[in-house]
């Protein structure tokens, strides 16, 4: 006789109600394992997720046309030298950016070809990975919060989603090729996993050995990822104070149980020893960035170190503005998805997915905060579920506004040149999302639950279900809108993505001007045999890429003025500076037939051939050849037009002084 069948007969009805129902199981065959469908596959929530984040990066992509901008195009160019033997360490011109995403496209490109399918391809596989490193992140934390199955589900499916279907304005950064952005992000949530396991593996009293492999891995990562790009500080930040900040925690509780100090505190300074298993380790995961820095002067290190600077009055002024500007429209953009140039309706539907996720962020916070004062269960969960995720977003918030790479925000909020170093943010609202809507669906279904045992206890169940049960269905009710509340979150964050601009979408901050589609300026250039062109870097290296360097085009701001502009590629600069009538790309005013250009070169005497191409709204791209001489920005100060900008007359040309 089972212990269940033992103490039934004692038990009263209300008291047998109370009782778990058990579930009768039957034995599974490792044959009826194996013959179950193929299909059966897609029935898991992480591949239903997955599936979700492919489609809406691959109609994002699609309804984008192909639109990509200069530096994604540079990285293409980057992928296409290196199938032809080139082995760079670094992205062209920059001592900071790491070649990672160039060999990854020029390995997809060496089967597919090179094209603008497969830039968004290979960052669309990193947001898979993203999102699974998502889900894996989101069932460590439920585990550590003791969440009951149900709610673990929950929590897991929610933050997979929501990294599925990021805000667009972080969509679309996550697909951008050429900065580096999504494998980075890659990087920051694996590090934020690999210190979180290092914490929990400590306190199940792990071997010292599993600890030193541990310790190495977030070594290594620390490394690859400042390779890849600095931005990863964010995440290192975030990991050096969790790990600290348990072992502290452990050693005051330690204190506080009266344990003396030096056996208090030598578990934890044990622990954190083994942190110099990690240098090596880091070493070697920076082995490109030291072999590229030994032929360079380290410049790549002279970089990492000049990244803080100087502490000064104005300093701290200039902190005090971004700080604000970061409050008003760069957090904001990150939480919602608002693009800088977005519609009327977009800032509409927008405004209210802002109000979702300051809401979810503040819960979160609120509750960690109260957890430490009223240590109630559903507080303590709330904390050990978001507390990894809140560190990083404010080591995130903190390093933006006193990074010097964010000064460009104050130029404006419409420009953006600055915002997306704060994006990073985007890897925890899945986090804050799933505490929020885990903790509260959860209380909702508590109290469900206790209204219908109490209607069992009272014996009253029926009455309750005939009268309607108005306690119950008040929480049933509830429990439905906030299921329906997050349907309307992903629904409108689904729609933003369907009402983006395509032409803007994946335009550069820098350069706003340039045209969605180069197709009508290629095919004019290849009819006319042209082969070397002028333009400035923005507008030159998508008509290199897409014509795989049949058509060399480069900027000659680079050598007019090098103190503000990066000599990408030396070689095309050269080929056009020596090339016979190379053809000159500028940007001028729809509808203007004489533009300054042309006045330039009339004066010189220039005759010459001219066509004009629609670019955005009230911009024309001019494509002029000279031909009874050749013409040299290099060499005269009235050509110094090529910008991203209109220079309508020579006051319009930037000052270089």
């Known amino acids: 006789m089972g212990e269940h069948e033992r103490l039934a007969p004692s038990a009263s009805a209300g008291e047998s109600a109370l009782q778990i129902p058990t579930v009768k199981t039957s034995a599974v065959t490792a044959e009826q394992i194996t013959k179950r469908p193929w299909y059966a596959v897609f029935r898991?929530?992480?591949?239903?997720c997955l599936l979700a984040g492919l489609l809406i990066r691959i109609w994002l992509s699609m309804r984008t046309h192909g639109t990509l901008d200069g530096d994604e195009a540079l990285l293409g160019i980057q992928a296409e030298h290196i199938l032809h033997g080139e082995r760079p360490f670094y992205f062209y011109g920059l001592s900071y950016f790491g070649s990672l995403e160039a060999y990854v496209v020029a390995a997809v490109s060496a089967v597919f070809g090179p094209s603008v399918a497969v830039l968004r391809a290979v960052t669309t596989a990193f947001g898979l990975v993203l999102i699974a490193l998502t889900w894996w992140f989101a069932g460590l934390l439920a585990q550590a919060a003791h969440l009951p199955g149900y709610a673990r589900k929950r929590f897991t499916i929610c933050a997979a989603l929501v990294a599925a279907i990021p805000p667009v304005y972080d969509g679309i950064i996550e697909l951008r090729t050429g900065g580096g952005w999504i494998e980075s992000f890659t990087i920051m949530l694996l590090l934020l996993i690999l210190a979180f396991r290092l914490t929990t593996r400590w306190h199940a009293d792990a071997s010292t050995g599993e600890l030193a492999l541990r310790w190495a891995g977030i070594g290594f990562v620390v490394g690859f990822g400042m390779w890849i790009y600095p931005l990863v500080s964010v995440a290192i930040a975030a990991a050096a104070l969790w790990i600290v900040g348990d072992s502290l925690v452990v050693a005051i509780q330690r204190i506080r149980a009266s344990v003396p100090i030096m056996r208090a505190i030598w578990p934890s300074l044990k622990e954190?020893?083994?942190?110099?298993?990690?240098?090596?380790?880091?070493?070697?995961?920076?082995?490109?960035?030291?072999?590229?820095?030994?032929?360079?002067?380290?410049?790549?290190?002279?970089?990492?170190?000049?990244l803080g600077g100087g502490w000064t009055a104005q300093r701290a002024i200039?902190?005090?503005?971004?700080?604000?500007?970061?409050?008003?429209c760069v957090a904001p953009r990150v939480i919602s998805g608002a693009t800088p140039a977005?519609?009327?309706?977009?800032?509409?539907?927008?405004?209210?997915?802002?109000?979702?996720?300051?809401?979810?962020?503040?819960?979160?916070?609120?509750?960690?905060v109260s957890s430490f004062r009223w240590p109630h269960p559903a507080l303590v969960r709330a904390r050990r579920l978001v507390a990894l995720p809140a560190l990083f977003g404010g080591c995130s918030a903190i390093l933006f506004c006193t990074s010097s790479a964010s000064t460009s925000i104050l130029l404006g909020c419409r420009n953006d040149l600055g915002g997306r170093y704060a994006s990073p943010l985007v890897l925890v609202l899945p986090f804050f999302f799933a505490t929020a809507f885990t903790l509260i669906s959860m209380r909702l279904t508590d109290k469900m639950a206790m209204q219908q045992a109490a209607g069992s206890i009272t014996g009253i169940l029926p009455t309750m279900r005939a009268a309607g049960a108005p306690g119950l269905r008040k929480y049933a009710m509830a429990l439905l809108g906030v299921f329906a509340l997050l349907v309307v979150y992903f629904g409108g964050q689904t729609v933003t993505y369907g009402l983006t601009n395509p032409d803007e979408a994946f335009q550069s901050a820098y350069c706003t001007s340039a045209p969605a589609n180069y197709g009508p300026i290629i095919a004019y250039l290849e009819q006319q045999h042209v082969q070397y062109v002028w333009a400035t870097n923005l507008l030159a290296y998508p008509i290199s890429f897409e014509t795989d360097n049949r058509i060399i085009v480069a900027d000659p701001l680079a050598v007019i003025h090098p103190k503000t502009a990066i000599n990408r590629i030396p070689s095309y600069t050269n080929a056009v500076a020596h090339a016979d009538h190379p053809t000159l790309l500028v940007f001028v005013n729809h509808g203007d037939p004489h533009p300054y250009l042309l006045q330039a070169l009339d004066e010189q005497h220039v005759t010459y051939k001219v066509a004009f191409f629609p670019s955005q709204p009230g911009v024309d791209v001019m494509a002029v050849t000279p031909l009874n001489q050749n013409v040299s920005?290099?060499?005269?100060?009235?050509?110094?037009?090529?910008?991203?900008?209109?220079?309508?007359?020579s006051s319009d040309i930037p000052s270089q002084s």
């Open 44 to 48: 898991s929530p992480l591949v239903l």
């Open 272 to 306: 954190l020893s083994l942190a110099v298993v990690a240098i090596p380790a880091c070493a070697l995961g920076f082995t490109p960035g030291i072999i590229w820095g030994a032929s360079h002067q380290w410049a790549n290190i002279t970089y990492l170190f000049s």
């Open 318 to 328: 200039t902190v005090a503005r971004v700080s604000a500007r970061y409050g008003a």
């Open 342 to 368: 977005e519609s009327p309706l977009l800032t509409i539907i927008h405004s209210p997915l802002l109000l979702l996720g300051v809401g979810a962020i503040v819960f979160s916070l609120a509750a960690i």
């Open 633 to 649: 920005p290099l060499t005269s100060p009235s050509l110094d037009v090529f910008y991203c900008k209109i220079i309508n007359n």
